[in-house]
């Protein structure tokens, strides 16, 4: 997905807010599972970017799963 966003802000604006968009966008994306990369280019020339990856699960092994299982009953 690509977004722009274009506005009639001037240049010493946009430099001023671009950190705070970069900030408020990570924070609504950042507890998706998802692998992302944000990148606001402003008229002036100036690039700021943030870059997210989702934490892996650790994976459990079928046998260290059934022994952790073992010994748990429904009504004993």
Excluded: C, W
Excluded at 3 to 15: A, H, K, M, V, Y
Excluded at 43 to 61: F, I, K, N, Q, Y
């Amino acid at each position: 997905m690509e977004i722009r966003f274009i506005s009639s802000l001037t240049p010493d604006d946009e430099n001023r807010i671009a950190s705070a968009v970069l900030v408020a966008v990570g924070r609504l994306l950042e507890d998706l599972p998802i692998a992302y990369m944000l990148k606001i280019e402003t008229v002036s020339g100036a690039v700021l970017h943030h870059t997210h990856a989702p934490v892996e699960l650790r994976r459990v092994s079928p046998d260290a799963e059934a022994s952790s299982d073992q010994g748990i009953g429904i009504g004993a």
